[in-house]
């Protein structure tokens, strides 16, 4: 017998018991569906964290700052210089280095004054962290007195003569912006009291503000560039070394002692941004930025930490689905075995017509694997099904809760979710589940003697 002739004599086998057959697979879908489910739950809130995080910074981003934990009171304070930056570029995966240049200066737009964090930042880098404008234009190689501005860096302006403190947003209960920054002209000087009424007499004259152009508004795309502004490397460096000498002669003219600096004027960082190619090949990286003796952290370090402990609970949800498809394996035993029982004289007539052995056990193993997939597969289908109507009507409720959380502001949330891979995995697996439980009652039949089933009534 060929294995058409098989396929077909197991379809007509299953067929005659439609009722044992429809309740075998019954179980069998009850046990797939249940599984998958099951697993579907704990992917989803790993993808419900990931998208939170991606939300906070890029996971592809490694953050590096000096050693402190090996500063003694002998020793100068620790840094990143650019030796150390040449010497990050050649490790194997990173995409980009990017020393951090930042400092925090107030500055004035029209009547507001405000407090702005102002980071240092080139196009190509721009590129690399994903930081996109949404709206007006991004830098250019030639742009020096430009500024890229986070959706929330207006909430920093108050009105200048303002006594009480109280800046736009933040915890005064949301008001609005006070104005749209685009386009507008910011005027930065290291000199706390620039702009303010009724300040008192300057001991040491503050260098000139700088005045800047807001070209553009960065994208609404995470926590970390909502409250900052960006502007090019060049004209940052000069701000960090104009109000390091503003500040000098302050504590000169005060008194205050001066530390004199040795070395070079080269400059160097306290914090650099790693871009890796690739998230998966963050670890390798980090290890060997710690090598070098620099501390170093990425968000992939806080996400593999409770990915280790969603584990666990996707362990526990998948054992609650396979003791369902346990008990469907025991089923499909049953069904076998019965099957053999009420064809006994069947199986007799095979063997002396001349069927192989093999045939007989590859006949009722196709019978239990065809169980296995047809049920798989319908398992499968009601559980897509089901994912659907939870993601549909139940994020953000009770159910939604427990395995997502509160609904976060722009984070789109799961409830289920069921990769390509687990749909593939789910049907072979349920199919061989099929066939294992199959094997046992397969070999009975073979080894039935030809005589005595012939003569089984």
Request: net charge positive; proline share 4%.
């Amino acid at each position: 017998m060929n294995n058409l002739d098989l396929v077909l004599m197991s379809i007509r086998n299953l067929w005659r018991r439609k009722l044992r057959t429809s309740l075998t697979i019954l179980g069998v879908i009850i046990g797939t569906g249940s599984i998958v489910l099951m697993l579907s739950l704990g992917f989803a809130m790993n993808l419900n964290l990931e998208n939170s995080m991606k939300r906070w910074g890029d996971l592809s981003i490694i953050n590096v700052w000096p050693n402190w934990g090996n500063m003694t009171s002998h020793t100068t304070e620790p840094s990143i210089s650019e030796e150390d930056l040449k010497q990050m570029e050649t490790i194997t995966s990173v995409e980009m280095v990017i020393p951090s240049v930042s400092l925090y200066i107030p500055s004035i737009i029209g009547k507001y004054k405000g407090y702005i964090e102002i980071e240092g930042i080139t196009p190509e880098a721009m590129s690399k962290l994903g930081y996109n404008v949404d709206r007006g234009r991004t830098f250019t190689a030639d742009d020096r007195n430009v500024i890229i501005a986070g959706t929330q860096v207006a909430m920093n302006f108050r009105k200048i003569g303002y006594t009480d403190g109280r800046f736009y947003g933040g915890y005064d209960g949301g008001q609005e912006a006070p104005f749209d920054m685009l386009n507008q002209t910011v005027k930065i000087s290291p000199d706390h009291n620039y702009g303010e009424k009724n300040a008192p007499k300057p001991i040491v004259k503050p260098p000139r503000p700088i005045k800047a152009t807001v070209v553009g508004i960065m994208e609404e795309k995470n926590y970390e560039t909502s409250y900052r502004c960006y502007m090019p490397t060049d004209t940052v460096k000069k701000l960090i070394l104009a109000q390091r000498d503003y500040e000098e002669k302050l504590q000169a003219a005060q008194g205050q002692k001066i530390p004199k600096k040795k070395g070079t004027k080269e400059f160097t960082y306290q914090n650099v941004k790693v871009k890796v190619e690739n998230v998966h090949q963050v670890d390798g990286v980090l290890e060997e930025i710690r090598a070098m003796g620099f501390e170093a952290y990425s968000m992939s370090d806080g996400l593999k930490e409770v990915k280790n402990m969603f584990k666990g609970i996707q362990m526990v949800l998948g054992g609650i689905g396979a003791v369902s498809l346990l008990v469907a394996a025991l089923g499909i035993t049953n069904t076998m075995i019965m099957s053999i029982y009420e064809r006994t004289r069947e199986i007799g007539v095979m063997k002396v017509i001349g069927a192989l052995l093999t045939d007989i056990r590859k006949m009722f193993l196709i019978e239990a694997a065809m169980i296995g997939f047809i049920g798989g597969l319908l398992g499968l289908l009601i559980s897509l099904l089901i994912s659907f109507l939870l993601n549909r009507f139940s994020s953000g409720g009770l159910l939604g809760d427990m395995f997502t959380g509160p609904p976060e502001e722009g984070v789109k949330t799961y409830v289920s979710v069921i990769p390509f891979w687990l749909l593939g995995a789910s049907l072979i697996f349920s199919s061989l589940i099929g066939m294992v439980a199959g094997y046992f009652p397969a070999r009975r039949a073979m080894k039935l003697s030809a005589l005595s089933a012939i003569k089984t009534e």
